[in-house]
């Protein structure tokens, strides 16, 4: 089963700035929407932000103005950089090639997730 790879999770002081970063791959790179995901124990997982594959992004408001989503097609890879952040960022990081694609083979890999703890 394909899965990502997420690196750059850590611990950070509030303010402070982190990189997420995550290697997909070029199937996802040519035909899928990514993502990141967060999840707090006992709450949902909850979208921070996407890029389509056309390049069109979504922010949630929670995040809007602090993070910034990109995508590398060539390289494969999906990044977020994570900047002012805040106790309330402090989650598990999901990075995920979840939307579009082909019917016959739509979208929907994930990572295992990598924690951020902001204090």
């Known amino acids: 089963q394909v899965q990502l790879v997420e690196s750059g999770g850590g611990s950070v002081q509030a303010g402070g700035s982190l990189k997420l970063s995550c290697i997909t791959s070029?199937?996802?790179?040519?035909?899928?929407?990514e993502a990141w995901h967060r999840q707090i124990p006992g709450k949902e997982r909850e979208l921070v932000a996407s890029?389509?594959?056309?390049?069109?992004?979504f922010y949630a408001n929670s995040v809007l103005g602090r993070f910034t989503i990109s995508r590398d097609n060539v390289q494969n890879t999906l990044e977020l950089q994570m900047d002012n952040l805040t106790t309330a960022d402090t989650a598990r990081y999901y990075c995920?090639?979840?939307?579009?694609?082909?019917?016959?083979?739509?979208?929907?890999?994930w990572g295992q997730g990598t924690q951020v703890t902001v204090s």
């Open positions: 070029q199937y996802m790179s040519r035909n899928c929407g």
């Open positions: 995920a090639a979840s939307f579009g694609g082909p019917s016959w083979r739509p979208c929907n890999y």
């Open positions: 890029v389509s594959r056309e390049g069109t992004i």
